[in-house]
């Protein structure tokens, strides 16, 4: 099928990034500002799947900008990969954009302008990353996110946060200017372009397997947002951040930039062959099997709720990566999916950590005793979610993990089907106590922890609807997309034929 040539691409992200400067002239003007990110992000939503239909059938929305340099564009290609991403980053922007209105305005957080702004920048960029056409144009995007994305992590501008935001922003722009500047400089000597190639671009080259090797462990490690072990630590102190913030940064659009640009590696740069050849599938797959389970290991002991889910989603990124490096069709396939199996849950469970928090000012498993009888539509969404990200059926989570498990075995690697089953057993270990202990603990009859926006007694804990309701909807997602997972798996299907 032929490129369709269409503005639409360029058109979703300009919505976001138009939103973003709205946001900054209604800055005195709280009510209208706060319409504007609802209203774009429906737009933007519109617009994506508006493209739907050609991809699914088999083909491509392009569009090319300008050239930089002989071989480097800025340009625009809509594929079955784009598309996963693209879709799941402008549907829960919807939500996140909800949320973040009732979550800000019940905490009364300072600076939300500023906020809302780089919210918006944030979903332009993640959505053009989706939509890249080449590895110059992806980076391009990969580093707008990072930089929107720093202000939002000291949003709270005190110690701790302004800790949190540098090693955010060292590991992340620290990796991009070191390694993975490299990487591309040597693609680009190698290959004599950037261009994402169905096969990979660089298969087929006459490079000598050491520096293959050396350029595919640079974008690796480079593509920090990833998180694989050891470059995971930005992500845990990026916590310091307000739980949309959170959300944004471990459901929607940071992490999923990188584990995006991972599967870029994998299918579009090297090429599952090049990547089989080289012997860098099984090698990946220990290093993300080790993060798999030292992250869950590291989640277990986490008492700060939005910290275990911070490790959480360490581990659970990269099975999005092994999927893809166990080079297995059905595996492949799992791992795509899990983008989006993993967004709906896991902004689920930020969700309800921030209506928790909003709710009651605490933070610590330890101190939710109870909580679940006075907040139970936020922890039954949260128990849903959980049941999603152990892999239970009928979430999103159980079709995913059940088609990683099934490409273990294709693959003939039993040793990874063990690691999937353990990492499972440690989520139940770490997320099922949570509601437990909110459901059938014994309620503490003290006030709400020290600092507490809330005042009074516990007998104030109570449901608020702008910030209960997009949760919810949320969870609703991963239960709808383990019913009817076509959608994503035909997407999934069509970047592995």
């Known amino acids: 099928m032929d490129p369709v040539i269409s503005i639409r691409p360029l058109l979703a992200v300009a919505v976001a990034g138009l939103a973003a400067v709205a946001v900054l002239l209604l800055n005195n003007r709280e ?24 991809v699914l059938a088999g083909g491509t929305v392009d569009l090319r900008l300008f050239e930089i340099l002989p071989g480097i564009d800025f340009a625009f290609r809509v594929d079955a990969l784009g598309m996963v991403f693209a879709t799941v980053s402008s549907l829960l922007w919807i939500a996140a954009a909800i949320y973040s209105i009732g979550y800000m305005r019940h905490l009364n957080e300072h600076a939300q302008t500023r906020f809302f702004a780089c919210f918006a920048t944030s979903l332009a960029a993640a959505v053009g990353g989706a939509f890249a056409a080449n590895l110059f144009t992806l980076v391009i995007f990969y580093e707008v996110l990072s930089l929107v994305t720093y202000p939002l992590v000291y949003h709270h501008e005190d110690e701790e946060g302004w800790a949190g935001s540098r090693k955010y922003l060292v590991y992340l722009m620290g990796a991009s200017k070191s390694i993975l500047l490299a990487a ?3 693609t680009y000597h190698i290959a004599g372009s950037l261009d994402f190639v169905a096969g990979g671009l660089l298969a087929g080259s006459n490079a000598s397997a050491p520096l293959l090797t050396v350029v595919y462990f640079c974008y690796l490690f480079g593509f920090a947002k990833a998180a694989v072990m050891p470059m995971h630590a930005w992500l845990p102190a990026a916590m310091v951040a307000p739980t949309p913030v959170s959300a944004l940064l471990h459901a929607v659009a940071v992490v999923k930039m990188g584990v995006f ?32 389970l030292m992250a869950s290991v590291y989640a277990l002991t986490r008492d700060d709720l939005k910290a275990r ?20 069709p059905v595996a492949m396939v799992g791992g795509i999916i899990h983008i989006a199996a993993h967004a709906f849950s896991k902004i689920t469970l930020f969700f309800c950590a921030g209506s928790i928090y909003c709710a009651s000012g605490k933070r610590n498993i330890s101190d939710m005793a109870g909580i679940g009888r006075r907040l139970p539509w936020t922890m039954g969404a949260f128990f849903v979610a959980s049941l999603s990200m152990i892999g239970v059926p ?19 690697e039993i040793a990874f089907l063990v690691v999937l089953l353990a990492s499972s057993i440690l989520n139940a270990a770490y997320f099922l106590p949570v509601s437990y202990v909110a ?22 804990v109570r449901e608020i609807p702008m910030v209960t309701i997009p949760l919810v909807a949320t969870a609703l997602l991963s239960v709808l997309m383990g019913v009817f997972p076509g959608y994503f798996l035909t997407l999934a299907e069509g970047v592995v034929r």
């Open 261 to 292: 640009c991972v599967l870029r590696l994998v299918f579009h740069v090297f090429g599952t062959g090049l990547v089989n050849g080289l012997g860098l599938g099984i090698a990946t797959a220990y290093l993300v099997s080790f993060t798999i």
């Open 31 to 54: 009510k209208l500002r706060d319409i504007v990110s609802p209203l774009a992000a429906t737009a933007m939503f519109a617009i994506v799947a508006s493209m739907a239909p050609t």
């Open 309 to 328: 889910l911070a490790y959480s989603t360490v581990s659970q990124l990269s099975y999005i990566v092994l999927g893809a490096v166990l080079l297995s």
């Open 184 to 186: 591309l400089a040597l």
């Open 439 to 460: 459901f059938f603990g014994a309620e503490a009859p003290e006030s709400p922890a020290s600092g507490s926006p809330v005042p009074g007694s516990t007998a104030t």
């Open 394 to 412: 009928p979430t999103a989570g159980f079709v995913s993990k059940w088609y990683l498990a099934l490409g273990s075995v294709e693959a003939g």
